[in-house]
Every structure is written in structure tokens, then in C-alpha cells.
């Protein structure tokens, strides 16, 4: 009796198990695959352009004030002045430079010295000359504009905004007529700036 309990309990126990694992076995057949994920890196962010001023003067074909786009090279600003002349000594200028918005860039005739702080071997614009400290609205940085008191970031970016937009200041004032300053804030600065 007892051989029979033991042979039928083993028989019942590897049917069991036999059954567990065809239950586990046809759950992971009929399991469907995980989806495959691709991994793709993020497009980089366009750079903005923006639009900048810049002054060309000297041995060009037409001396000027000319409008250009932020990633500009000095030769594209003497394209847009129609090229250098021929007595242009182009060889002191680095024409790959960058050009900076209010940047005047002389182009010397041959047998002239560059002059000193306004081309583009020195692209440090001078907000103002040693005889006259002021800050030049229409030739100034963003940043220069910045250091008046009562003008910030935004304020600053609005002037070389409408600067671009509508040519030159004509006097210190028109920066107050044209709301682009407070009358509180114009009275802050009008000894601190000039147009000329």
C-alpha cells in the first residue's frame, strides 16, 4: 500500500510540475517581443542671427553705413561697399575676422597706416574718444549701453533695435521722444550720451 501512495504521490508531482512549467513555457511563447527603442541625438539649436550696423570707410567703392547679419566676415562688409578700390592695401586686414555691430572698419589706401581702433585687427569699438567720454547712442554695444544708470538688458537691446530699424539717432533726445527711455531715466543719462 505504502509503494503505491509513494509511486502515485510522485506521479502527481512531476504531472504538476510537468503542467507548471507548459504554463510558463506557452506564456513566454505567446509573449509578444519588446518594441526596439531607437536612440537619436537632439538636432543642435540654430544659432540666431541677427541683424548689426557697421561703418565702412576708407578704400572702398561706396563709404557707409551698412546693415549685415551677425556671423558677418570684414570681406563681406567691403563686398556690401562695393569692394575694395584698387589702391586698397587689404594685405594689414584680417578678412576672415568677425565684424561687431557699431564697428567702424577703415580700409586703408596703400601706403597708409590702419587707423588704430577702428579696423578690424583691433575690434574693440572705444565707446567714446579721450576729449569726450560719452557713450554714442548710435554706435554703442549692447553692453556699453547697459552701463548707463537706469538702462538695462531689455531697454538697451530695444535701443540697437530701433537703431537698426530706423537709421541713426539725430539728437540725444529722440531716445526719450521715441519712449525707448523713461523722461526719469533720460535725465539720468543726457550728460552721459551723445550722438556726434
Not at 167 to 193: C, H, M, N, Q, Y
Amino acid at each position: 500500500m505504502r509503494d503505491w501512495l509513494a509511486t502515485n504521490w510522485i506521479s502527481i508531482g512531476v504531472a504538476v510540475v510537468a503542467g507548471s512549467l507548459g504554463a510558463i513555457g506557452s506564456t513566454l511563447w505567446l509573449r509578444p517581443a519588446a518594441p526596439v527603442i531607437e536612440v537619436r541625438p537632439l538636432d543642435p539649436q540654430p544659432t540666431a542671427v541677427m541683424s548689426i550696423w557697421v561703418h565702412v570707410d576708407g578704400a572702398v567703392v561706396f563709404p557707409g553705413v551698412y546693415e549685415l547679419t551677425s556671423d558677418s566676415r570684414v570681406f563681406d562688409a567691403i563686398d556690401m561697399a562695393g569692394g575694395a578700390t584698387e589702391a586698397a592695401e587689404l594685405s594689414s586686414l584680417n578678412l576672415a575676422a568677425r565684424v561687431t555691430d557699431g564697428q567702424k572698419l577703415v580700409v586703408p589706401a596703400q601706403g597708409q597706416a590702419t587707423v588704430a581702433g577702428t579696423n578690424v585687427a583691433s575690434p574693440s569699438i572705444a565707446s567714446a574718444s579721450p576729449t569726450d567720454p560719452r557713450i554714442n547712442l548710435n554706435t554703442a554695444t549692447q553692453k556699453m549701453l547697459e552701463s548707463l544708470p537706469g538702462i538695462g538688458a531689455v531697454t538697451a537691446q530695444r535701443i540697437v533695435l530701433y537703431r537698426q530699424a530706423n537709421g541713426p539717432f539725430k539728437r540725444i533726445e529722440d531716445v526719450r521722444d521715441t519712449k525707448l527711455v523713461t523722461s526719469a531715466v533720460f535725465e539720468r543719462i543726457k550728460t552721459l550720451i551723445t550722438v556726434g
